[in-house]
């Protein structure tokens, strides 16, 4: 209902929607096993909804149907650090339409996928990733996070500029420029 709302409120304009990000200090209390040691960065965004694939195919369904009459919709994956993750999730979009279309519902038949930039080991597989995402939004703070929060003498440490993702981001534009895909801001 909501995404229908959402599809329906921005007309043709282009709409973005990010899958689950559960995991760290989002949990579903609904769900049991969601509390972890290292919640940060273990089974939580793109992972949580890969072991979940339940709840990872409703919420694809969901935004497909809505996205049924919108020429223009993206989907992006949260935290992707493999590329087989990215091809878990393409897949589990290609599961979600064929769902759909045996039940004779409509659905987006063709959204751009995308991945997040959030973490460093994106980096080892920037290459593949571009060939196969459709755009790439950055997460620039979730990056940060992930590099610098468990040094304990960073914790709380901002520089206005910030060396890694400006060093990450070369390699990463290069690729994305390369397969000729888009950065989104």
């Known amino acids: 209902m909501v995404y229908k709302r959402l599809c329906d409120e921005m007309g043709d304009r282009e709409i973005t929607i990010r ?3 559960i995991g760290g200090k989002k949990l579903l209390p609904y769900l049991e096993g969601t509390k972890e040691a290292n919640p940060e960065l273990g089974l939580r965004s793109i992972r949580f ?3 979940h694939r339940e709840i990872f195919l409703q919420q694809l369904r ?8 919108d020429g223009k ?4 994956f949260p935290m992707i650090s493999a590329i087989d993750e990215f ?12 769902d759909l279309a045996r039940k004779k519902l409509p659905f987006h038949p063709s959204p751009a996928l995308g991945a997040m930039i959030e973490l460093p080991a994106v980096l080892d597989i920037i290459h593949e990733l571009a060939k196969e995402a459709d755009f790439f939004p950055s997460g620039p703070t979730t990056l ?10 960073m914790k709380g440490w901002r520089p206005i500029i910030n060396p890694i993702t400006l ?10 420029r390369r397969q000729s895909r888009r950065i989104l801001k």
């Open 19 to 21: 899958t689950l990000d």
């Open 49 to 51: 909804s890969l072991h």
């Open 62 to 69: 969901a935004i497909l149907r809505a996205g049924a009459d």
């Open 73 to 76: 919709l993206k989907i992006v």
């Open 87 to 98: 091809r878990q999730a393409r897949h589990a979009v290609e599961k979600a339409m064929v």
């Open 144 to 153: 940060f996070n992930t590099c610098w929060r468990w040094i304990e003498p």
């Open 167 to 176: 060093r990450f981001s070369d390699p990463c534009t290069a690729s994305f």
